[in-house]
């Protein structure tokens, strides 16, 4: 008998996730030739003083009743940090400390869904985070989380391993930012191949 659509999609998102995993495991973020950390530090400023009215982020963001308009999950490497980030106007984007990143992809429907998917996920478990004025970066094998709310920025850092066991209470968010990883690494490869 043959399995159903749903089971037979959410095991394809899963391996696709595991082999992005490792990817970047094997990868372990190579640095560009002149990696600027100016860039990467101005790019990850300019996210968390994002003003959702002036970018056009409704208020509330649908599907969200706690405030949250953003997040960014920050996952640390031994040689840098990648930061994603998912605005709930379907704006995503990914920032390499080591240099380079994928910005713009929100305007493609599936990272535009995922992408709000990620800020409904962190706006349904908000309380987890503490309120911040210098959001930090994640150590190595580390994932910081960003919440980007209308009361202020909210953190929380949790180690990977448990965020992939599933045994952390931000596991959930962990899984839904990896989604997000994931649909703008396929329309990011799809228009290479362009």
Not at 49 to 57: F, L, N, R
Not at 102 to 111: A, D, K, S, Y
Not at 121 to 128: F, K, L, P, R
């Amino acid at each position: 008998m043959p399995r159903p659509m749903p089971v037979i999609l959410a095991v394809s998102a899963l391996l696709l996730l595991a082999l992005l995993v490792l990817r970047l495991r094997q990868r372990a973020i190579p640095a560009a030739p002149s990696a600027d950390l100016s860039v990467y530090r101005d790019l990850r400023t300019q996210l968390f003083a994002t003003d959702p009215s002036a970018v056009g982020i409704p208020d509330p963001v649908p599907g969200t009743r706690n405030g949250v308009f953003g997040i960014a999950m920050e996952i640390g490497f031994p040689n840098g940090t990648a930061t994603v980030a998912g605005l709930g106007d379907g704006t995503a984007s990914l920032y390499l400390e080591t240099g380079g990143g994928v910005i713009g992809t929100g305007r493609h429907e599936r990272v535009h869904l995922t992408a709000v998917s990620f800020v409904e996920a962190a706006d349904g478990i908000v309380e987890q985070g503490d309120l911040t004025v210098e959001p930090p970066l994640p150590a190595s094998l580390e994932v910081c989380f960003h919440w980007l709310s209308r009361d202020g920025l909210l953190t929380k850092a949790a180690p990977e391993e448990e965020l992939k066991s599933g045994a952390h209470p931000l596991a959930p968010l962990y899984t839904a930012g990896h989604a997000l990883l994931t649909e703008m690494r396929l329309v990011s490869e799809f228009a290479g191949r362009r």
